[in-house]
């Protein structure tokens, strides 16, 4: 769908016939900055549990809240398929992401999450218990950019489990202004600004 449009309920019904009637072939689906908050989310939420095939979900920009997380986390336990997940810059925040982690957790081939530019507030990720991230067998690519985490720390994800398959961290602190992309395995790489 285009970006900056905005979806009436007429509009989402109409849409949950397209993809109910391609439910079989559909295999991404994007609605960015469409002004979907957590009512459009649960109107949508009837055609996208039926996207068994889908492998890319794409729902960033929009106004979605930890209210909608169930929601969210019912759509993401149909979706065996999946691959990738970005939330980027939705209103979802620490509560929101506990509350999507057991349809996470079903999502077995899921390869690339971006939950940047969403409401976390400050954390140390290696205490990150709800969210699992080790539980993601096929988990490559955590995109944490600009949600102003905390500090990272490599050792505490490797302790947990040394088999994991993560290669790719990147984030921003926004009080340091700091870049940091971590390739796991290898060095970091940082940029600082000034």
């Not at 349809?103 to 971006?114: A, D, F, I, P, T």
């Not at 955590?142 to 302790?159: F, Q, R, T, V």
Request: glycine letters at 6%; aromatic letters at 8%.
């Amino acid at each position: 769908l285009s970006r900056y449009s905005t979806l009436s309920e007429v509009d989402m019904r109409a849409l949950n016939r397209v993809l109910y009637r391609n439910a079989q072939t559909l295999e991404e689906f994007a609605i960015i900055y469409s002004y979907i908050g957590d009512e459009g989310l649960e109107h949508l939420s009837h055609g996208l549990q039926h996207l068994h095939k889908l492998k890319k979900l794409n729902i960033s920009g929009n106004e979605c809240t930890n209210k909608s997380c169930s929601t969210l986390n019912f759509i993401l336990s149909h979706l065996p398929s999946l691959t990738s997940l970005d939330l980027f810059g939705t209103q979802i925040g620490y509560s929101g992401l506990e509350a999507i982690t057991p349809g996470l957790l079903q999502c077995k081939r899921l390869e690339s999450v971006n939950i940047s530019l969403i409401r976390i507030i400050r954390m140390v990720i290696q205490h990150w218990q709800p969210f699992s991230l080790l539980d993601l067998p096929r988990l490559q690519d955590l995109d944490l950019g600009w949600s102003n985490i905390g500090d990272w720390n490599s050792k505490g994800m490797h302790a947990a489990d040394p088999t994991t398959t993560l290669r790719t961290v990147f984030m921003c602190y926004l009080d340091r202004i700091k870049m940091q992309r971590k390739e796991i395995g290898a060095s970091e790489q940082s940029v600082e600004r000034p």
